[in-house]
């Protein structure tokens, strides 16, 4: 899991409910990632970010918020608008370049859950 | 469109035995080939990669993977499987679609590798 911290690592939640899941890097990487994973369908991203104060949607964003004012950080923010939040949240990061360079190395996941 | 597929949800070996986990992708251009794995409740670990060069990579814990245009695909091997390879395995292709390097990465829906001693 390297130099990316994901915390909680498990979080429960209330419908109605926003929660924000943290993830920090200390890797100096340009890029950062949201994925979710569901059982048996692989990883699915959320949002992506290249550069502080900019970032990107992903292939399901919606219900999602997120934030990039630090390099190191990218929270995530899951609203009470995301219908079906009950997952395990992968972050990723990356540095941007050519092919060698830009591996992704991901924290070690939050595991929510909708009460 | 970029796509990976894993068609097997589940590959059974015994423990010394070779192991195969196939990966087939759909690209346009030059595909950047990925495997992770990921044991319970954890992220995923990077295994190896294809860029470019020879078709054959070696990754981290004895794996490797051979890279094969003609057939687009991209499995993942290992000469003599542990009982500790059991785990769940991804492959992912990265997007090139559009123009500029994103980084996004597309994900097969992995399989899991059941190692019995």
């Known amino acids: 899991d390297g130099g990316i911290t994901q915390s909680p690592k498990y979080l429960f939640r209330k419908e109605g409910q926003n929660v924000t899941l943290s993830c920090e890097q200390n890797?100096?990487?340009?890029?950062m990632y949201w994925y979710r994973q569901d059982p048996g369908q692989g990883l699915r991203l959320i949002y992506y970010?290249?550069?502080?104060?900019?970032?990107q949607k992903g292939d399901i964003a919606e219900g999602y918020s997120v934030s990039r004012e630090k390099k190191e950080s990218f929270p995530l923010t899951v609203t009470s608008a995301q219908k079906n939040p009950t997952a395990f949240y992968l972050c990723?990061?990356?540095?941007?370049?050519?092919?060698?360079?830009?591996?992704?190395?991901f924290g070690p996941g939050t595991r929510l859950t909708v009460l | 469109a970029q796509s990976v597929a894993q068609p097997e949800d589940q590959v059974n070996v015994a423990e010394g035995n070779p192991l195969t986990v196939k990966c087939t992708y759909s690209?346009?251009?030059?595909?950047?080939l990925f495997w992770y794995v990921q044991y319970p409740n954890r992220g995923l670990q990077f295994l190896l990669k294809?860029?470019?060069?020879?078709?054959l990579v070696k990754g981290s814990y004895g794996f490797e993977a051979e890279f094969n245009k003609s057939q687009t695909s991209f499995h993942l091997k290992k000469p003599s499987a542990l009982v500790s390879d059991s785990a769940l395995y991804f492959c992912?292709?990265?997007?090139?679609?559009?123009?500029?390097?994103?980084?996004?990465?597309?994900f097969g829906q992995g399989t899991t590798l059941q190692v019995k001693p």
């Open positions: 890797l100096n990487h340009d890029a």
């Open positions: 990723a990061s990356s540095l941007l370049g050519a092919g060698e360079l830009d591996t992704q190395y």
């Open positions: 992912a292709v990265r997007d090139s679609h559009g123009s500029g390097n994103t980084g996004k990465l597309i």
């Open positions: 970010s290249q550069i502080v104060n900019d970032f």
């Open positions: 294809y860029i470019t060069g020879d078709n």
């Open positions: 690209v346009s251009g030059n595909p950047y």
